[in-house]
Structures are given as structure tokens and as C-alpha cells.
């Protein structure tokens, strides 16, 4: 089914269901196919600036991924070129690719394991610059660097760090300069200071706000194989890393207590599954997905929060994903 206007009511039907059995407190979407927004919709409360959470990580690594490009570094680096920090066992085995992919050893987000002390972030005193990377370093390894999938925050806020060290400046502003305003995303922003640990540590595993609309230009350039509208933001070979699973056959999640599921991960984000290589997503907490699929030149992104956001609801984000897909490959 790839008529606009079906596809339109069919999305905006599913998220309705999902708003009268109170699952989500609203949503608003935006789709993009071949190149054009041909849907674009709100229901309930919908704020039009999202707060993308996770969904920024996908913004990191295309700078990752840019720099690559330039030559400044390579996915199978160790981090400890870069950040002398990591120049020590067991984190000098620790490799650029190993943080995107979260199988760098670090500690995960504390939620994915309860029963584990995980919390760097309380370990950081006053003096946060001097502080951080330390805090996160003393929580030690998890597992050895490479053999685990497990879902990491501190990873992606060390590729900042990372991103600041090789461009020095700040992540935020590499990122909304090289990646933002090419998208055309230009209301967008990074969240506000509160004068906590956040001015200083980059705001690279979250802190994005951006209009749906807006979020799905970055997809509709990565739909359209690293341009958008006819400037290259990436290369192609760039993309295809983040299409491509990254990780060792057999690799499992059991974050969440999502008891060994298979996981396949890009240089930056998931591969949906059951599509495959060449779809790809990211989830922000408190309910924002983004959705591209380069076959169709697809570029989907939702807002739909949860009335708790201590709790999650699948069928709001990959629920959604697939019955979107379903739209386009049934």
C-alpha cells in the first residue's frame, strides 16, 4: 500500500487506538517517502519540540562517522589515541567502533541492570571537567571489551569528548554546524544549562530538542544515501555503516531483562529486525522514534509519550515501526 493519503490514515489510526486505550498521552508524526513529507499529523498532546533523549546518539555517530571520513580517525582506533584518559588496561583495548555499538564494556544505563551499582554520575564532584571521565573509568569493566552488547549513555558521552579533543570545540557545536544546518534543522537545539554536571559534559548520548519535522530531514538524508537536497552531508560508505550489523554473529541483549534477544547494531544505532540490514531506528526515552529505510527512501519520525515515563510501551515505538513498514512491504 503506497498511497500518501492511505498511509497518512493508517499511521494516524494506530496511534489513535493507542491514545484511546491511554497508552500514550498524544502523538504527533512526520513521514517522508522518495524525498518528499507526505504525512504530517497531531493528536492529543503533542508538543512541537520533542525532546529526542537517545535519538541523539544517531546524530553523534554521523559526526563520528564524518570525521572518519576525514581522515581524523578510524572506526577500529583505540579510544586511548585520543583520550589519554583510557591509556591504561583494560581500557586501552577500548576501539571507537566498540562505543557505538555499546560493546565497549563500560558501564550500562543503570535502568538496564537494577541489581548492578552503575551510577558514575553521582561519583562526579565539583569539579566536573577534572572529574567525569574518571568517574566513569572507576566503575571499571563489565565484561571484556568487544564480547557483550549492553547499552551504554557513558559510552556515547566519551565519543563527545572524543569529537571535542579531535575538533576542539565543543561536540554540540561540530554537530549542529556539520550536521544540523546541512539538514536544514534549524530550529533545533541543545538543551538549556542548569548549571550542572550537563555544562560540561557533552550532550552527546541525549539532549537534542528538535520539531518532528525537522528530525525527519536528518532521516530523509540518510534515506538518500549522506544528502539532502543535493548537498553531501555524508558519504555513502558512511551510511552503509550505520545499515550494517557491526556486531559478531550471535550477539544477544539482556538489558531490561530482555532475556537474550537477538540484537543487531549499525556504527550508531539499531537494524530493525524483522527487516534487515537497511532499516534502521532509534528510540528516545519518554517516547520518540526515528525511522529510515533506504530501499523506499523512507524517513518516518514520532513523538508519542507515555503517560509514565518510568514505564515503556513497545507498541508506541516498535510497534509503530512495524506497522509503518507493514504499509510499505506488505
Request: contains cysteine.
Amino acid at each position: 500500500m503506497r498511497d500518501r493519503t492511505e498511509i497518512k490514515r493508517q499511521m494516524k489510526r494506530h496511534l489513535q487506538a493507542l491514545y484511546e486505550q491511554k497508552k500514550i498521552t498524544g502523538a504527533r508524526f512526520c513521514i517522508s517517502w522518495r524525498g518528499e513529507k507526505i504525512a504530517e499529523s497531531e493528536l492529543g498532546l503533542a508538543d512541537y519540540y520533542v525532546d529526542m533523549q537517545s535519538v541523539t546518539k544517531m546524530f553523534t555517530a554521523a559526526a563520528i562517522l564524518q570525521l572518519c571520513e576525514q581522515g581524523a580517525l578510524y572506526l577500529h582506533d583505540s579510544v586511548a589515541k585520543f583520550i589519554s584518559e583510557f591509556a591504561r588496561p583494560p581500557f586501552s583495548q577500548i576501539t571507537v567502533l566498540q562505543l557505538l555499538t555499546h560493546t565497549s564494556g563500560l558501564a550500562a544505563v543503570p535502568a538496564a541492570f537494577p541489581e548492578r551499582s552503575m551510577d558514575w554520575e553521582a561519583q562526579i564532584g565539583d569539579d566536573v571537567r577534572a572529574e567525569w571521565i574518571p568517574a566513569i573509568l572507576k566503575q571499571g569493566l563489565f565484561y571484556r571489551s568487544g564480547t557483550r552488547w549492553e547499552y551504554s549513555k557513558a559510552g556515547f558521552c566519551i565519543l563527545g569528548e572524543l569529537i571535542q579533543r579531535i575538533t576542539k570545540q565543543k561536540a554540540e557545536k561540530y554537530i549542529r554546524e556539520q550536521i544540523l544546518l546541512p539538514c536544514e534543522m534549524k530550529e533545533s537545539y541543545w538543551r538549556a544549562g542548569d548549571g550542572g554536571i550537563w555544562e560540561v559534559i557533552p550532550n552527546t548520548a541525549a539532549g537534542l530538542f528538535a520539531p518532528i519535522g525537522e528530525l525527519v530531514q536528518f532521516g530523509m538524508m540518510l534515506a538518500a544515501g549522506g544528502v539532502y537536497k543535493g548537498r553531501r552531508v555524508l558519504k555513502e560508505t558512511s551510511v552503509l555503516k550505520l545499515e550494517e550489523n557491526q556486531l559478531p554473529d550471535g550477539m544477544r541483549d539482556f538489558c531490561w531483562d530482555h532475556d537474550g534477544r537477538p540484537v543487531a547494531y549499525g556504527a550508531g544505532c539499531p537494524i530493525l529486525y524483522p527487516y534487515g540490514e537497511g532499516t534502521i531506528y532509534h528510540e528516545g526515552a519518554g517516547g520518540t522514534m526515528l525511522l529510515i529505510n533506504r530501499k523506499e527512501r523512507l524517513s518516518a519520525a514520532w513523538s508519542a509519550p507515555f503517560p509514565n515515563r518510568d514505564e515503556w510501551c513497545d507498541e508506541a515505538m516498535i510497534g509503530t515501526a512495524i506497522h509503518l513498514m507493514g504499509e510499505f512491504f506488505s
